[in-house]
């Protein structure tokens, strides 16, 4: 695992999207649509124009960005979370739950309170995958990934049932508070959550490379043996509290995404954030700093991609299968990159 | 690209000036646009196949100039609906009811779109729900059911439990009791639209309860039940929402049908005529939006007087005299 922030690591990524990008025109062209065309809108559609960035790629990116960071330091840890989207749905649900009842409530107190019971509502979510792996060695691969079905199915109950708005017709919640919304800068759809995401980058950055707890906790991701052999540290504990707040982060990432984005719980409320948080982690090295860049690039493809369906005429499909290209090049460049640097393979 | 813009521009405006000199290009240069977002794939046969349908059907016919993109969730269903009134465009139609509360909040901030919300729960300024009164429609594929079952038994199987869907399993059980009293009535419901090995699976089982007559409302979900009618010998099924008789053309009675492209249409012209008022706009079988359309390959199946009852409540349910979510017999 290598920790050192890098030139090489922000811009190979975007040399390789270019290349992708190149590629897709070429597919889009083969396809018998017009490729400027299309590259125009996602361009225009993504980072083209102040309100796209903002009100689009950064919307997109604030969920995959705080996920993303959560996924990081679990597997700084040695854990790998792959249920940060049953995170997610448990943090929203706790959010729109309060969110609901806060009326009357200042903003100052009210937002801080649902990102307080979504921190929780997350990390209780991994609870039993924690003590599943602690206790009896299950892998948590597999339980956090089953508990995202679980997680799924509560959601579509909750809006059909206890959360359900008030007329009980549409399976959705009410719109929560007023005071529960988080403020949005002026203009634009932008809402706090990406203070948070970036103020959450910095602090991880700060605990990775800068204090003891972040080093004992890169001790334990690397060689939980050697580490366990020092005396000084409790590899079991640390490994179950980084996958505990990790899941809290996801939680946190679902209190955005009600408190900014939907303003009330809906069961698709995730296109599968989870999953692509994942991509946005390992693209970064796992670096906090480097999560926000691939973050808004994933949510500037995410939203340049309605835009190519919406102003070139391209249909969706073959905009999800230009998604899925454009992550998998990413991705196999990526891995060729690291098989020529053992060092950082042996680590990841 | 500009230049190239420009370029497919003119051939576009040079190409249609043979058909006539008035219509527009349908990309760029036309004055009335028309988008629609759907909440999931237009491959679905039905609720979003339609509305993509009406969509060309208002290019086509008003010679609109007009988009459409899928947004899955409440992230991406607010964006689009920005995007596209921040554009400019006149009508925006969004085909679901969870647009609702997203397009009133857009429309604060952009005036001048009409947002159609399909399944909409109110109207507010220019936000307009349409309303669809799928019940008279299936009435008459009930009528028909009932008449036809052998077993007394007739089965539905719906997608989520929605205020519509629910409708229309009472129209259909309602306009089956009205031909058979005596008629049992089985509902099962998925809760979900895209599923369709549940779909088959709540098919089947209805047609283990001894079910002979099936109707659904659970979109890509009902295909399953499509196949489970298609393996069960002396099983027949009623479609939904579009035409789908050639999805089982051997199995398939007839279709409850949601002409959604006409009630488009209808919505666009007025817009465009200005004569679009602020409240919700319900269809139903008088306008010709809904209809009950039987598969011509099984018109042999239908006994003579069975189709002249369905075609007088029909009409009593246009002219009002039928309410099909009662249920009164419209008299012999």
């Known amino acids: 695992m ?9 811009v190979a990524p975007l040399l390789i999207v270019a290349a992708s990008l190149a590629g897709l025109a070429g597919v889009l062209a083969i396809a018998g649509y017009d490729p400027v065309l299309a590259l125009g809108a996602l361009w225009r559609g993504s980072l083209g124009s102040f309100d796209a960035f903002a009100s689009g790629t950064l919307v997109r990116a604030t969920p995959l960005i705080l996920i993303a960071l959560g996924f990081a330091l679990a597997l700084r840890g040695g854990m790998l979370n792959i249920g940060a989207e049953g995170q997610f749905l448990a943090g929203a649900m706790a959010a729109a739950w309060l969110g609901v009842h806060l009326a009357g409530w200042p903003s100052l107190l009210a937002i801080p309170a649902t990102w307080v019971v979504a921190f929780a509502a997350g990390l209780i979510w991994v609870v039993v995958p924690v003590v599943l792996r602690v206790r009896y060695g299950v892998l948590e691969v597999i339980s956090t990934l089953l508990l995202n079905f679980v997680a799924e199915a509560l959601v579509s109950f909750m809006v059909q049932g206890p ?75 640390t490994a179950a509290l980084a996958l505990l707040v ?70 969706a499909v073959i905009v999800y299968v230009v998604e899925a290209v454009i992550i998998l090049a990413l991705l196999l460049a990526d891995a060729r990159r690291t098989a020529r640097s053992p060092a950082v393979a042996g680590a990841a | 690209m500009r230049g190239l813009l420009t370029r497919l521009c003119c051939i576009g405006v040079v190409s249609l000036s043979l058909f006539s000199c008035d219509r527009p290009a349908p990309d760029s240069s036309s004055s009335f646009r028309v988008a629609l977002i759907t909440p999931g794939s237009i ?53 679901g009811f969870e647009f609702q509360e997203p397009a009133e909040r857009v429309a604060r901030t952009y005036p001048d779109a009409v947002f159609v919300v399909n399944s909409g729960s109110r109207a507010a300024g220019k936000v307009i ?27 539905f199987v719906g997608g989520v439990e929605l205020p519509p869907v629910r409708r229309g399993e009472r129209g259909w059980t309602n306009g089956a009791r009205a031909v058979n009293p005596a008629i049992a009535s ?49 099983a027949y099924i009623f479609g939904a929402n579009a035409d789908q008789s050639s999805l089982a053309p051997d199995r398939v009675v007839g279709s409850a049908v949601i002409d959604l492209a006409h009630a488009f249409l209808l919505v666009a012209r007025e817009v465009r005529g200005g004569t679009l008022r602020s409240e919700a706009k319900s269809f139903g ?34 002219s009002g005299r039928l309410d099909p979510l009662r249920g009164e017999e419209p008299g012999p």
Request: avoid cysteine; glycine fraction near 12%; proline fraction near 5%.
């Open chain 1, 163 to 237: 959360l359900q708005e008030r007329s009980g017709i549409y399976p959705q919640s009410d719109p929560i508070a007023d005071a529960a919304r988080l403020p949005l800068l002026p203009g634009t759809r932008l809402h706090l959550g990406i203070v948070l995401a970036i103020l959450l980058a910095a602090a991880l950055w700060f605990y990775f490379s800068r204090t003891l707890g972040g080093f004992r906790l890169l001790a334990v991701g690397t060689g939980p043996r050697a580490a366990a052999i020092t005396g000084r540290i409790d590899v079991t504990r």
């Open chain 2, 186 to 234: 089985r509902v099962t419901y998925l809760n979900n639209w895209e599923d369709a090995a549940s779909g088959r699976e709540a098919a089947l089982a209805l047609l283990r309860l001894g079910a002979d007559m099936l109707h659904h409302n659970a979109d890509a979900a009902a295909l399953g039940a499509f196949q489970a009618v298609k393996e069960t010998e002396g």
């Open chain 1, 246 to 315: 990790s899941g809290g982060i996801a939680g946190l990432a679902g209190a955005a995404e009600v408190g900014g984005v939907a303003y009330a719980l809906y069961p698709n409320l995730s296109p599968g954030y989870g999953f692509t948080a994942i991509a946005v982690a390992l693209l970064a090295r796992l670096h906090p700093g480097a999560i926000i860049v691939t973050g808004v690039l994933f949510g500037a493809l995410e939203t340049g991609a309605g835009a190519m369906q919406r102003d070139a005429g391209i249909p």
């Open chain 2, 43 to 95: 491959a679905d046969a039905a609720w979003n196949s339609g509305a993509y349908a009406g969509l060309l059907r208002i290019r086509d016919s008003l010679g609109a100039s007009v988009s459409h993109v899928e947004a899955l969730t409440p992230a991406a269903q607010e964006e689009a609906l920005r995007s596209y009134a921040a554009q400019g465009f006149d009508i925006i139609f969004a085909n």
């Open chain 2, 129 to 155: 729900p349409l309303v669809f009164r799928i019940e008279e429609a299936t009435y008459l594929a009930g009528m028909v059911a009932g008449g036809l079952s052998r077993s007394g038994i007739i089965g």
């Open chain 1, 2 to 10: 290598n920790a050192r922030p890098g030139r090489g690591r922000v």
């Open chain 2, 285 to 318: 079988l008088a306008g010709d939006v809904l209809r009950f359309v039987p598969n011509p390959r099984l018109a042999g199946v239908v006994p003579a007087a069975l189709s002249a009852r369905v075609r007088a409540a029909a009409d009593s349910i246009a």
